[in-house]
């Protein structure tokens, strides 16, 4: 019984975050802070763009933050277009990519035009001229990042996406659990809503345009999904007992949750469209932290059936469950990648020691990612490159990104409040 009731603890439905540690007021932007950057990335200049501060610094960062690259600090020379760059200065100074741009008003807006230069092959590989409204300068750093990334590496940028989170604050003596949503270096923070009772769990419907999570507002835990533009919100479930743990089919037609409606905890599947529940896990043991699969016709969820809480994988078509983790005492918090082969996980070997993970999901091996010891909700990025979770670093609940192969992390810590329950948005 003990062990199934710290598993309970330690599932999507957990009140852990009620025992955080008192902190004070805040609302601030995270603060981005590279922990570990990787030993050998090759150089890539961004030159400040001409009549512009805007676009260089956070194009500069998204670069270095995807792990791939190291910006080069000291430019050898300062040109704005390919016409402009001396090829042998840059030889020279070692730095492979150079990114020349200039801006230009035109009426309310901004004619932004850059290129990426290639100095080893001398060979200018991307140029563009784009055009952007004076509050969308951000918005097109980041869309020029991405842009930068997929040339140079084949695989598509996540630096334009959002990643929600719940951030914990000390207010006039009393706790309030704010959803934000903010840009994927923290930036750019949208309050989603509002609540002295804890908020959980938030999950992106495969659009984009909504989240659903868990809330406590009515005193017993019940799952909402609200329009991120209108701000309107239904209830989905509000059953007796636990309801949490939302996840959406890739088609958003349908939704996975835990609900103890009928006794144990176990999975269900929700048709968005008639309210119509299906009850896929029926057995003694706690079924949890569904998720589906990228093709829709599986998903993964943790259960304690095997005496620990360990990942299975239940297939639609027949109704059938498999155990995927073994190695460790504790594998939770499962979330695949979205080409199928990785998932990622909550793993603890022995102790108390919870780690994120990363499993193969063809041979099985599990590596894991990171040293802090209480980690917990991973997502991954759109593109399946790096993963966001919520972590404790000196007292204090943040979140943290780190490469799929553990060379590059960066944290994302609020000024004063605690950050829980990370969700990476799918991209668009």
């Known amino acids: 019984m003990h062990n199934r009731v710290q ?46 501060s805007t676009l260089q610094p956070i194009i ?9 690259f190291a910006s080069s600090a000291n430019l050898p020379a300062m040109p704005t277009s390919s016409q402009d760059i001396n090829r042998s200065v840059w030889q020279n100074a070692q730095i492979p990519y150079v990114v020349v741009g200039q801006v230009r008003q035109s009426g309310n807006n901004f004619i932004v035009q850059y290129e990426l230069v290639d100095i080893q092959k001398n060979t200018r590989i991307l140029g563009e001229t784009i055009n952007v409204p004076a509050n969308r300068m951000r918005a097109a ?33 009393g706790r309030v ?9 923290g930036q750019q923070p949208r309050t989603v809503l509002s609540s002295k009772e804890p908020l959980l769990s938030p999950t992106w419907t495969p659009d984009g345009k909504k989240i659903a999570y868990v809330s406590f507002e009515t005193g017993r835990p019940a799952i909402y999904l609200q329009d991120l533009a209108s701000g309107s919100r239904e209830i989905l479930a509000q059953y007796k007992g636990l309801n949490g743990a939302p996840s959406f089919s890739p088609d958003g037609q349908n ?16 048709n968005l469209a008639t309210k119509q529940l299906r009850r896929l896990t029926n057995d003694n043991a706690i079924d949890t932290e569904a998720r589906y699969a990228p093709d829709g016709k599986s ?46 996980l909550v793993h603890r ?54 490469s799929i192969d553990g060379r590059f992390r960066m944290r994302l810590p609020s000024q004063t409040g605690e950050v829980r329950e990370a969700s990476w948005a799918p991209s668009n």
Not at 12 to 31: D, K, T
Not at 60 to 68: A, E, F, H, M, T
Not at 255 to 270: A, C, H, R, V
């Open 177 to 185: 659990y704010t959803l934000q949503v903010a840009d994927t270096d």
């Open 141 to 173: 750093a980041h869309l020029i990042a991405d842009k930068i990334y997929q040339a140079l590496t084949g695989i598509k940028g996540d630096f334009s996406g959002r990643i929600a989170y719940v951030l914990l604050d000390k207010v006039n003596g």
């Open 7 to 52: 598993f309970l603890k330690n599932s999507a439905l957990s009140l852990a975050m009620l025992c955080l540690l008192p902190i004070a007021p805040s609302h601030a932007e995270l603060q981005l802070e590279i922990v570990k950057a990787p030993d050998q990335a090759p150089q890539i200049a961004i030159v400040p763009f001409a009549s512009d």
């Open 299 to 344: 998903f993964i969820f943790t259960s304690d059936r095997g005496g620990s809480p360990q990942i299975y994988r239940y297939n639609l078509d027949d109704g059938s469950s498999r155990r995927l983790t073994f190695k460790g005492s504790f594998n939770a918090r499962g979330s695949i990648s979205k080409d199928g082969q990785t998932l990622a």
């Open 255 to 270: 939704m996975l949750f835990t609900s103890s409606k009928d006794g144990e905890p176990d999975i269900y599947q929700m």
């Open 349 to 402: 070997q022995s102790g108390q020691t919870f780690q994120i993970a990363i499993q193969d999901l063809n041979s099985g091996i599990l590596s894991i990612l990171t040293q802090t010891p209480l980690d917990e909700s991973p997502s991954f990025s759109p593109n399946g490159q790096m993963i966001v979770y919520a972590t404790r670093e000196a007292g204090r609940g943040l979140l943290s990104i780190t």
């Open 60 to 68: 500069q960062s998204d670069l270095q933050r995807s792990g791939k």
